[in-house]
């Protein structure tokens, strides 16, 4: 990156210096270098020194800053882009360097309309605090936005109305990759994540491998945000290079379609979604047939649900912020042709699922704006208070069709330091000739410190705690230690069991200084997981860890995650593996995931999709 800059800077600075007048050889030389130095020097900025009581830290209640204007009018709601040279946290501070002219060159902003499709708070209507921090907040969610604040404005001469001014700063949405693999093998991605400044994605992908028959290979999607204002995403897509949605291990062809609308705000009274797609194996690199596996199989999973307590809230006042949200849930998987190397004995992935499901959930959230929790800077909206969700309905796989039950409750704790909590405790189990079968739990702890801030950086600890236990196992698969509720890139699918504890602490630091934009983050950790064996004792369970460090580094401008180069030591392997890794793994999270009302679902013991960056 640095090498690009530079030469872009030479370049620049010698057209400059043919179209000046002649001047003496050595000053020349001497202000070109000199411009050099300064470009430079520009591009590596350091924030100024924090001390614990001023510093760019947020930990405030999202609703503080609307409190005092609760019940006025707003009269009118104007929209402001903030452009890439500028910051939330100080907004007179203009970063200057040819990068951010760059940005600002090639970006298109979001259009107002676009803003407008996003916003659920109206004009002419009484001003809610909890309701404009709600859209703030959503606002901040939207993928092609990096951060948004509604500032109130008083209007001149009325005591009783006021103005929203609503400023948002985009993520500079134009992103791709490429991976080349010598002369044989190569990988290309483009994406504008904010086509037109009008909330479209596309994305188009190319892939060349001359082992493969045709050797070339294309997938295009295309998302729109909030289609007509009416909060609802929508994607759709085609792949011939195994990147859509996916069950099986083969390279697969995929066309699919997918809608979604989020509980906004708990003001919003509707939340669902729904998602089809169509599914082929494709026998691309000449298997035999006795290890190819050749399976065609659609995808149907739709959802619906209704905040029952949306208008209760309202008229309360906020008084009463406890909200329930009932929904149901319908799915398939349907193999049209299955591999024959399965045939009818129960597997996780190649059998017919089908499942019903309802869901009555008791939610109580606030959030709190703080920052440097996954990100570098930018806002992030944490919860705070409580969440369960009790689902029950059929699930039927292969021939198999059985009640099923379970509950998922969360506690989310923020203390006055800056200290995150959050516990949780999910169980699930299915009813079968008067017995439970396959029946789980797994409880747990995610404890992030206070941000400690010294005079160039800031640091803070992190530490993970979870046990899993699974009894009566029929069609559920065993617990496994390669994903993030065990030993992190520990790849091996052999190592399996009935319960797990597992434990993960990091400490990480997120410097002040930016290179051409991008900050680092060093971090160090340690990795401890227990595995019992089916019907052992967790006393007689395997020991496996891991420790190491890394860094990380992300441009809070750019719309892809952070990137991750991370060193590993495994003091225990299986055969199949090395005691050393080496790992660089781009568009990590970078937010922390707000979102708290999903579809109904099973209770899931090998990976955790509520919030992990890793």
Not at 142 to 162: C, N, P
Not at 345 to 350: G, H, R, V
Request: aromatic share 14%; net charge positive; with cysteine.
């Amino acid at each position: 990156m640095k090498c690009v800059i530079v030469v872009l800077g030479l370049l620049l600075l010698t057209i400059s210096a043919y179209s000046q007048k002649k001047e003496d050889s050595i000053v020349v030389k001497k202000r070109f270098l000199n411009n050099i130095f300064r470009q430079f020097r520009n591009s590596l900025t350091i924030s100024k020194a924090d001390s614990a009581s001023k510093a760019t830290v947020l930990n405030t209640k999202s609703e503080s800053a609307f409190l005092n204007f609760e019940g006025k009018i707003i009269r009118r709601i104007e929209t402001e882009e903030m452009g890439f040279e500028k910051t939330f946290t100080d907004t007179t501070k203009r970063i200057a360097y040819f990068g951010t002219k760059i940005l600002n060159a090639l970006h298109s902003n979001t259009k107002a309309w676009v803003i407008w499709d996003n916003l659920f708070i109206k004009e002419k209507t009484v001003l809610n605090a909890y309701e404009v921090a709600d859209n703030e907040r959503y606002l901040r969610s939207i993928d092609f936005i990096q951060d948004a604040r509604i500032l109130i404005r008083t209007v001149k001469g009325s005591e009783d109305s006021v103005d929203l001014i609503v400023v948002t700063k985009d993520l500079f949405s134009i992103n791709g990759s490429l991976t080349v693999n010598g002369v044989s093998r190569a990988r290309g991605r483009i994406a504008e994540s904010n086509l037109g400044g009008m909330g479209q994605k596309l994305q188009v992908a190319v892939l060349y491998d001359k082992n493969r028959t045709p050797s070339m290979g294309y997938d295009v999607s295309y998302t729109k945000n909030s289609i007509g204002g009416s909060f609802i995403n929508g994607t759709f897509g085609a792949t011939f290079i195994n990147t859509g949605p996916s069950e099986g291990l083969e390279d697969e062809r995929s066309f699919y379609l997918a809608l979604d609308r989020p509980l906004i705000s708990p003001y919003s009274n509707l939340a669902g979604g729904f998602a089809m797609s169509y599914n082929f194996s494709q026998n691309l690199f000449a298997k035999p047939d006795s290890a190819f596996y050749n399976y065609k199989y659609n995808i149907y999973d739709g959802w619906i649900g209704v905040n029952i307590g949306a208008d209760m809230l309202m008229a309360s006042k906020n008084q009463n912020r406890i909200r329930k949200f009932i929904s149901a849930r319908y799915f398939t998987n349907h193999f049209e042709r299955k591999p024959l190397q399965i045939g009818d004995k129960f597997d996780p992935i190649y059998n017919n699922k089908k499942g019903i499901l309802g869901e009555i959930t008791f939610f109580r959230q606030e959030f709190i704006k703080t920052n440097y929790i996954y990100g570098f800077g930018t806002t992030e909206d944490v919860p705070y208070g409580y969440n369960i969700a009790v689902t029950g309905g059929w699930y039927k796989q292969l021939d198999l069709g059985r009640p099923y039950a379970g509950i998922n409750a969360n506690k989310y704790v923020f203390t006055e330091k800056g200290e995150f909590f959050q516990y949780f405790l999910r169980s699930g189990a299915f009813f079968n000739r008067r017995r439970l079968e396959d029946a789980s739990v797994l409880v747990g702890a995610n404890l992030y410190s206070r941000l400690y801030v010294f005079k160039n950086f800031k640091l803070r600890d992190y530490l993970r705690f979870s046990y899993t236990n699974l009894a009566r196992r029929v069609t559920s698969e065993p617990l496994r230690i390669d994903n993030p509720l065990g030993l992190r890139y520990f790849r091996s699918d052999s190592v399996l069991g009935s319960q797990r504890l597992s434990l993960y602490t990091e400490t990480y630091l997120i410097s002040d200084r930016k290179i051409f934009g991008f900050q680092l983050s060093p971090f160090v950790f340690g990795d401890l997981t227990f595995l019992a064996k089916e019907k052992s004792s967790l006393f007689k369970a395997d020991l496996f860890s891991g420790l190491g460090g890394g860094i990380r580094t992300r441009n809070e401008n750019f719309i892809f995650g952070t990137i991750e180069l991370r060193m590993m030591y495994f003091p225990r392997t299986t055969e199949d593996m090395n005691s050393f890794k080496i790992r660089i793994k781009a568009n990590l999270r970078f937010r922390y995931n707000s979102r708290y009302i999903k579809a109904p679902d099973l209770i899931q013991l090998n990976n955790d999709d509520a919030n992990n960056v890793y």
